[in-house]
């Protein structure tokens, strides 16, 4: 049923791990992306044996920036991971629905999502641990029947599982981005989800010497009406006549609206960065100039490295980094996988 690639095509350098820890376990990654989650886990002392992505750029940027890694560039549904080991297998699945028409909703009844393939992957690598991020929207989605049969299913494979909304503010990380981690252990590991650290981190924490680079630009119009809001302001700040024109049916709702015309200030973490910086619905307006942060600037609030570059046109880059896992929250999630592995070891 599925194309055997061989994943195991690259050799895993030790010299690129910069790890806390003497720990060999090692990760099998699906929806690698541009590797936030991959890098946060290198930085924890997990050893990436293989990422799985479509993505032609995020496999670009992957490869580029990890040659050392095995990267593979394909549909997951293609990949059969029967015979292949590794003690954790992680990915951050996108939330799809499911017919629960007439099904008691097993495992088989989820073919054609990802969830599936995810599951799959952890049927047959039978790792030690598994983990998956979401989005919030994951546990009131289908009026949470979905987040339900994930956590049924991912546990009827013989896995202790739990979830836990965290924010990624909370994690060294200076962006405010809630996720949902669903973590699967088998009997004899105790997983804990990781402590708070004791700072936020604001803008100014993250943007000190950014290095320059290219970026999206707002139309003059729309430069125009930003020019008037305030560091930490938003519509509210514009006069009522701009916010009408502005807004159009949006300024009639009463909920959803407080992204629009959002200028984020040096002194509070950034909100959450998404696939595109100048969203009129979620803008995210530089604190003193008025334009969208620029590729390295999401990179930052992202915790990617000035020195991971990212492959592709602008559009992909932001695309890439507002998909990705930020790899300093990644990191104490690592660091939890490490010290639920050695109490099994122990």
């Not at 990436?48 to 490869?63: N, Q, R, S």
């Not at 990212?310 to 300093?328: H, L, P, R």
Request: aromatic share 10%.
């Amino acid at each position: 049923m599925y194309k055997q690639l061989d994943l195991f095509e690259l050799p895993y350098s030790e010299q690129i791990v910069q790890a806390p820890s003497t720990t060999t376990a090692t990760v099998i990654e699906l929806f690698a992306g541009a590797g936030g989650l991959a890098l946060g886990l290198e930085k924890a002392g997990l050893k990436a044996k293989a990422l799985i992505e479509i993505d032609k750029d995020a496999v670009a940027t992957l490869k580029h920036n990890r040659p050392e890694w095995n990267v593979i560039h394909a549909d997951v549904s293609k990949v059969s991971f029967e015979g292949m080991t590794s003690d954790v297998v992680t990915g951050g699945f996108p939330c799809q629905a499911f017919s629960y028409a007439g099904k008691g909703l097993g495992f088989e009844d989820t073919r054609g999502t990802l969830f599936y393939e995810f599951a799959r992957c952890v049927k047959e690598v039978q790792p030690k641990l598994f983990l998956a991020e979401n989005v919030r929207g994951l546990i009131s989605h289908q009026k949470g029947k979905t987040l339900d049969t994930v956590l049924s299913i991912l546990g009827s494979l013989g896995y202790n599982v739990q979830y836990r909304l965290l924010n990624a503010v909370n994690y060294d990380v200076p962006q405010k981005r809630e996720r949902v981690i669903i973590v699967g252990t088998r009997p004899g590991i105790r997983f804990q989800y990781p402590s708070s650290s004791l700072k936020i981190l604001t803008l100014k924490d993250a943007l000190k010497d950014v290095p320059p680079s290219e970026g999206m630009k707002y139309s003059p119009k729309r430069s125009e009406i930003l020019s008037l809001v305030p560091p930490g302001g938003c519509w509210r700040d514009l006069p009522e006549n701009i916010q009408k024109s502005y807004m159009m049916k949006s300024y009639y709702l009463t909920g959803g609206r407080t992204g629009m015309a959002r200028r984020i200030s040096w002194d509070e973490p950034s909100l959450t960065l998404t696939t595109s910086p100048s969203q009129k619905q979620t803008e995210r307006c530089h604190p003193d100039e008025t334009r969208p942060f620029t590729v390295r600037e999401y990179a930052r609030i992202q915790t990617f490295p000035d020195e991971w570059e990212f492959m592709g046109g602008v559009g992909s880059k932001y695309k890439q980094i507002g998909n990705a896992v930020a790899v300093d929250f990644a990191y104490h999630l690592g660091r939890s996988i490490v010290n639920a592995l050695s109490s099994l070891e122990n």
